[in-house]
């Protein structure tokens, strides 16, 4: 078997499996820290019981995050040892400082933070829950400043037959990489928001707990208003960067084949790679695709025949990735804009809250394959432009890692399965009021 | 100054590794006494919640040596993570089921489910104790790597010496946690931890003995030693605390039993660590083809901001760290567990 295919496939389903629980754990502890504050400045009992039921939900998630986690650090020398062998001078240090500076303290703090109600003042407990927030916020400006140099490396030279750091600076300064950490760590306060809104719905159409689950909706639905407008804000400065630092990319992204200046959008398309042209074009817009890559109708911009054929990744999955995020993207702005009109009178609108409720799900989609677009769309790079997947991974056995990928499927089936029964049966269970 | 930066930081890879053995190392202990002293649900629950607020915490010193090891020498990362496969796999599998068990555990009330995440804390400590002995065991005696790379394979690590550093490292792992249950835990169950400490302590000094003899015949880890004899104040340093450890246990003096347990640990490291020196990943095939700390360092300015971060947040972190040490020192009582966050 082909190791290298075999170790993509075994890194695709850690860390899109990784990141079912990283995104709720970024943008539930930002809720849950103010709701906790709120409870600190009014006294009022049921902004504690937010902080509790949350807090339980949040716990579960974070395990499993926590944990998946943890391979993925090892899976670059286990799985990728040629990449880590000849980037690892650069790319290591921002793992190694992720460890360090961000995620110790959130680690140490969790234990605080749940064992910790008797120990601390209130004041003392709802400050290490924002530290908890901020610390999983500072680990994934370091991860993404690490995906971003993946992305866009900056701020090395080639020497000693590797990859060395030049510039550190250049590194952490990476506008790859801090476009890339606000679009997700909003798109992470996104899927938290809709979480606590879905699961608030739920409640309310049953008409249980009413003020409690009201209030939680309500707090979550400014964050999730304000987020997934910011989401689409940064989303748009990201793609006229792509459009700049990864041509193939953004022509794949919209399926572009020719160069051509005042470049449309088609509403509809569905790309035919083998003979590099769209099957069907349906409600083309000229100039929008220039608008969105150069903010000018009338820029050129590159299309996929202009790239070799061995450096174009897959257009269909980036195409329908990007598609699907964005279709999603701007969903979650309408569903929030129209709750912000119901918020007085959620109790009046089941149907509102029925697709609140189905919506649960739509953010988590709308994150993966945001990964699978910024992923498989640099494809055959490993390294943007510097180092080739295939020629990244450790010289072992396809079977050995055939074992683990299996391993991986199955424990994390496993793991997934009762991670989300915990979930659903505590969120249906509903809060202890104190 | 190249050379010291190396230097520096191969010893700072071992501080390391050595901190990660001292802080989940009582964890692995405790989760591999759980089946032994554990008689009912409650005293399985003491046990858990005696580790629960801090394992967390503690295990990310793992994260933080691997992440050093990527940082400051990327080819070691790359030659050992990827020959190492299959049992790192292990431990990281291990790992994994080990944190879900404590949070997932108590989440259900039956006592099929609670067996289930029994075995996997004990599982998932007991692999990643013995592992990583055999791991590093086979690293001090060397190991078959050659310009095509490495040939061994889990059952190649499997030697007497690799065996003999897995028992070793279980041992430590069982004292260190059997000493933190004596501190932590009431009543009978305090009683059986005090009394497992005491029985454990002989088997750990009786392998340790055969581990230094072996060592000797095994691995050139004496070398350095031998070179600048000073070097053995470490050695003697570790036999110190382990008779210390002896020494508080039967004046009851549990903290400072733990304390000295914490230093044995500590010291053995850095004894393995010194003799090793300058090697991270040894060929037993011809040393040209050993990893050293000179020959497969990051460069030197990876090396020196690496170094800064980790001079100001290291101490930060062992700062923050003793702090929830402190809050959570206390013996725990049956009343603990009706408190509502508990495992």
Partial sequence: MDVVLLSRLQFAAATMFHFLFVPLTLGISVLIAYMETQYVRTGDETYL??????????????????????????????NWSRYSAYVGDVFGSLLAIEATAAFFLESTLIGIWVFGWQKLSKKAHATVMWLIAFAG??????????????????????????A?????????????GILEFFHMVSSAYVLGAFFVMGISAYHLLKKQHIEFFTRSFKIALVFGLVSSLFVAVIGDMHGVHVAEVQPAKFAAMESHWETTTRAPIHLIAIPDEKNEKNLIEIGSIPGLLSFLSHHDFNAEVTGLKDIPKDERPPVLLTFLSF?????????????????????????????????????????????????????????????YGLMKTSDAASPIAGSQVLFSLIAFILLYSFLGAVGFYLIVINAKKGPVLE | MEFILQFIWFFLWGLLWALFFMTDGYDFGVGALLPFLGKDDTDKRLMINSIGPLWDGNEVWLLTAGGVTFAAFPQVYAVM?????????????????????????????????????????????????????????NIFQGLPLDQNGYHGNLIYLLNPYGILGGVLFLLWFLEHGALWLSIKTPGQLHDRSVSAANSIWFGLLGISVLFLIATYFYTPLYANYLAHPILFIVPLITVLSLLGVKFFL???????????????????????????????????IDSIYSLTAHNASGSQLTLTIMLIVVLIFIPIVIGYQAWAFYMFKDKLSVDDLDYEEAY
């Avoid at chain 1, 500072?138 to 490396?153: C, D, T, V």
């Avoid at chain 1, 030049?166 to 990476?174: E, I």
């Avoid at chain 2, 997932?104 to 004990?122: M, V, Y």
Wanted: charged share 15%; glycine share 8%.
């Fill in chain 2, 81 to 137: 993570f990827s020959s190492f496969y299959t049992p790192l796999l292990l431990i990281l599998f291990a790992l994994i089921i080990r944190g879900v068990s404590f949070e997932f555990r108590g989440k259900i009330e039956s006592a099929a489910w609670k067996k289930l995440w029994d075995t996997c804390i004990f599982i998932g400590s007991v692999v990643p104790a013995i592992l990583f002995g055999v791991a590093f065991a």
């Fill in chain 2, 250 to 284: 039967l004046k009851e003096a549990y903290f400072k039993a733990w304390f000295a347990s914490a230093l044995t640990i500590v010291s053995a490291t850095f004894f393995c660590i010194i003799g090793l020196y300058p090697n991270m990943f040894p060929s037993n």
């Fill in chain 1, 164 to 176: 060395e750091l030049d510039s550190f600076t250049a590194v952490v300064t990476n506008k790859f």
């Fill in chain 1, 49 to 78: 019981s937010m902080t509790k039921f949350w807090g339980k939900l949040f716990l579960i998630n974070f395990a499993l995050g926590v944990v998946t986690g943890i391979t993925l650090e090892f899976q670059f020398g286990t």
């Fill in chain 1, 137 to 162: 916020t500072l680990s994934s400006i370091w991860i993404l400043m690490a995906n971003g140099w993946m992305q866009h490396p900056v701020g090395y030279v080639i020497r000693n037959g590797r």
């Fill in chain 1, 323 to 383: 598609r699907i995020m964005v279709g999603l993207g701007t969903l979650f702005i309408l569903l929030t804009l129209i709750g912000w009109f119901k918020r007085n009178r959620l109790l009046e609108s089941p149907n509102y809250l029925k697709i609140m409720l189905l919506s649960i799900p739509l953010p988590y989609i709308a994150i993966e394959v945001g990964w699978v677009l910024a992923e498989v769309g640099r494809q055959p790079w490993i390294v």
